[in-house]
């Protein structure tokens, strides 16, 4: 994907598959932020920093971190995903940004100070020029850097800080926080509302269990789903924008399934979907994972569930 970087800044190295840099060559207008989701209230700090770009004639960055700072951290308190590293990137370079920059986040860079992380990382590898950041940003060792210290450093260094204030809908601050709670709670319309876009995943399709074929129901299995931030369950979904499935995401209790998994059936599909890379897009939240009686039962609620998907268009 052009644009896509990883800054190398530690011994670990880049994120795997991703173009590898020690510094950038022009100068930039940059934010920096998790990202996860990109939704509508990252939308309005990336509008922020393309409107400074333009009015300055600079390049704009959007500086993310791969895997989640917390997962590193504190693994037992990491926030389940709502994006993965492929996802997120293609959705921030979606809004128009010229740069896509991620650090491999590890135990050696979550102790670099934050005077350093701003001297070293966004002001000399990363050109900045233009600082935009959220209200509540954090950052450096133990998230001791606040927003002050980087006007005080940027007076300095020459460049602005921007502070944007947090976008509310209904009220509520959009963040991935809510989302990951709607969509946890199957409210997929709401989280719709503060996404800015039907929730959706791109990933690849790995060999399954062969359980469903058995049963008449032969479904794509998706790779990378044990953490997304889903309500256990069967759901009506469109795959790659144009087909209606259903969705089970969960432990499939009536195989003892160990592991959360999502499954893919698009009714009367007859092609191979094994390695490829899919979009699927949730729709509706249809009913909760159960434990069935017999195999015979589980077959006759499937039946059910497709016969749900008309109407949908």
Known sequence: ??????????????????????????????????????????????????????????????????????????????????TNLWERAELLKSQGMDYVVFIKFDKDFSKMPAEDFIREIIYKRLKCRHLVVGYDWRFGYRREGEIELAKELGKELGFEVEEVQPYKINGHVVSSTLIRRLLHMGRLEEAQTYLGRRYYIKRKVVRGEGRGSKIGFPTANLEGTENLCLKEGVYAVRVEDNLLAVANYGY??????????????????????????????????????????????????????????????
């Open 1 to 82: 994907m052009e644009g896509l970087i990883c800054l190398k800044t530690s011994r670990s190295g880049c994120i795997k598959g991703v173009e590898c840099l020690e510094e950038l060559k022009e100068p930039t207008v940059l934010t920096v932020g998790n990202f996860d989701g990109v939704h509508k209230g990252h939308a309005v700090l990336l509008e922020k920093v393309l409107k400074r770009a333009k009015e300055l004639g600079l390049k704009s960055l959007v500086l993310s971190f791969y895997p989640h700072p917390i997962k590193v951290l504190s693994h037992q308190q990491a926030p389940c995903e709502l």
């Open 252 to 313: 499939r209790p009536t195989f003892e399934g160990k592991k959360k998994v999502l499954e893919v059936h698009i009714p009367h599909f007859e092609g191979n979907l094994r390695g490829k890379t899919i979009k699927v897009e949730f729709l509706r939240f249809l009913r909760e994972e159960k434990k069935f009686s017999s195999v015979e039962e589980l077959v006759k609620q499937i039946e059910r569930d497709i016969s749900s998907l008309s109407g949908l268009g």
